[in-house]
């Protein structure tokens, strides 16, 4: 049963974790930022052997919990105690010398030194115990299966090995208290797997592990007990969670949760796409004939890429990030040139063109990394909507403001962007509704033929995530043609037509986008021939 937000969780399973003594408990704990409310009144306890997820939107303090428990920052009211004694960590390392450890969502680590001394920095000083610390590696990868290399360079490491590299670093210090802040976002899925496993073998040594995830099949595969978090307040917890997986959703976004068909593991009321008849019969919206780049040093990042995608067509992109998706995305967008071959969009080549031209011949383009390519934060919501067509409202060598703002005014109404008004600080806003804002800009591309969207969910909520894939959705049946590519999986099966597989800079594989497929697609990724 779900519990009301003021129980404590020890309270609302009777039977369950009663009389254990909580590892770590918070109590009306709070955080400010001047103004700005990012946690109230907080109560939640982390008890020995369980995986305690903690779920909510974007903005709902989840990441600020974390960040108080591991002494980033301090409560500005509550109280914390760890073991039974008062807590107040005066930073990490305070935090890691009394067994808390954490792993950020986004690695820390050095690509130009080897594992084992990206795994001593910031241990004790003096001499380096090389052979020493080799020896506890070796421990620990009996122990848990974390198999590493100490001598290879951390950069030349997949993803999914750096990932595991943070999580021994952690380890290595045996903290009674491990967080992991979205640790699965970048990995393969034997790779989650198995991380879930570690999480479960971690708390079955008696640590508390505290999971941060968006992903629903996580949940239900690893968690003891869930905490839900909305603008900074427990709104549920379940010490069910995978019997009760609806009622999480519905208490994170404050509104029934509406599945219309069987909806794909892992992402919020999605059924599988049905594609329509499509409404010109094998016109291709996008063609990439022979395309291939090789980067300054003379490194074959893309090689030899044929693709096309007919218009009402969603094809995925599945693969590890860093087998050639990025570079593609910068191609397509104006911002690389391609080493070779050739690209074309509703039949116009646009191999040399640049980006407005392609924006001019109906392309839209989600990019993988919104902040850095695809927004300035510091201007409004309206001049971000309109950056690539500026123009439109230009009169007598001025912005008609009022125009651009009455437009502005209607896509936020259209696109439901959850904004106080056009002239709102775009980074002000959070990342589902900077995400919306974005592909309300490319979806309204005139004469829109054909969508990049690069990663389109990263980072977002569950509810976000939904929106997203809807408005993709609705311009693929309006005949858009769309190329998506997305490191979630499961995502690509819900909301693809096929799949194709990049790895090293090649198509290895393509499979109709159906759960049946998963394993063999994923095994593609992975560079195992299937």
């Known amino acids: 049963m779900i519990a009301e937000a003021g129980m404590l969780a020890s ?6 974790g009663r009389g254990v003594t909580p590892l770590l408990a ?99 000083l003096g001499r380096l115990d090389r052979k020493g610390e080799g020896r506890r590696l070796e421990s620990l990868a009996q122990e848990f299966g974390l198999t590493l290399d100490p001598a290879a360079l951390v950069g030349d490491l997949s993803v999914g ?79 069910h969670p995978a019997d009760e997986i609806d009622a999480l959703v519905q208490a994170m976004i404050q509104r029934p949760v509406a599945r219309d068909g069987e909806a794909a593991s892992g992402v919020l009321a999605l059924p599988k796409r049905q594609r329509p008849t499509p409404l010109v019969e094998a016109e291709e919206a996008m063609q990439l004939d022979g395309v291939s780049f090789l980067d300054r040093l003379g490194v074959r ?17 599945a693969g590890v990030e860093g087998n050639g998706q990025s570079e593609l995305g910068a191609i397509l967008a104006g911002l690389m040139r391609a080493s070779a071959g050739r690209w074309f969009a509703g039949g116009r080549e646009l191999t040399e ?37 500026m123009r439109q409202f230009a009169r007598l060598g001025l912005i008609d403001r009022p125009r651009q703002r009455a437009l502005a005014a209607e896509y936020i109404r259209r696109f439901d962007v959850r904004a106080e008004g056009p002239l709102i600080r775009f980074g002000s806003l959070s990342g589902g509704n900077q995400q919306k804002a974005v592909l309300a800009r490319e979806l309204t591309t005139p004469d829109l033929r054909f969508l990049l969207a690069a990663q389109p969910t990263r ?20 005949g858009v043609g769309v190329l998506l590519v997305s490191s979630e999986l499961d995502e690509l099966i819900a909301v693809a037509d096929r799949i194709v597989v990049f ?21 593609l990724m992975s560079g195992q021939a299937a």
């Open 26 to 124: 918070m109590t009306g704990v709070g955080k400010r930022f001047g103004a700005f409310e990012a946690l109230a009144d907080v109560d939640i306890a982390f008890l020995p052997g369980e995986v305690h997820c903690l779920l909510g939107e974007n903005g709902a303090g989840k990441s600020t919990l974390c960040n108080l428990i591991f002494g980033i920052h301090a409560p500005s009211a509550g109280e914390m105690t760890l073991a039974g004694a008062p807590y107040r960590p005066a930073g990490p390392r305070d935090a890691l010398s009394r067994g808390v450890a954490m792993v950020h969502q986004h690695f820390s680590l050095i690509n130009e030194l080897p594992v084992i001394d990206n795994l001593l920095l910031g241990g004790r």
């Open 503 to 523: 790895y090293r800079g090649r198509i290895v594989g393509e499979r109709r986008a159906d759960p049946a497929n998963r394993r063999t697609i994923g095994a």
């Open 301 to 317: 990042r893309l090689d030899d890429i044929t693709l096309s995608v007919d218009r009402g067509e969603i094809v995925g992109v």
């Open 161 to 239: 090995q750096r990932q595991r590299v943070e999580i021994v670093k952690c380890l290595m210090k045996r903290p009674r208290v491990l967080i992991l802040d979205e640790p699965t976002a970048v990995l393969l899925p034997d790779e989650i797997q198995s991380l879930l496993a570690v999480c479960r073998q971690v708390a079955g040594a008696g640590c508390a592990v505290v999971l941060v995830t968006h992903k629903l099949a996580e949940i239900e595969r690893v968690a003891d007990r869930v905490t839900v978090l909305h603008r900074g307040r427990i709104a549920a917890r379940s010490d």
């Open 11 to 16: 309270d609302a399973a009777p039977g369950k």
């Open 353 to 389: 063109a640049s980006p407005r031209a392609i924006t001019a011949a109906g392309v839209g383009i989600v990019p993988e990394d919104r902040h850095a390519v695809a927004v300035v934060s510091g201007l409004s919501l309206a001049d971000n909507l309109f950056l690539n067509r």
């Open 459 to 478: 980072g977002l909520d569950i509810g976000a995530v939904e929106a997203v894939y809807r408005l993709i959705r609705d311009a693929a049946d309006g």
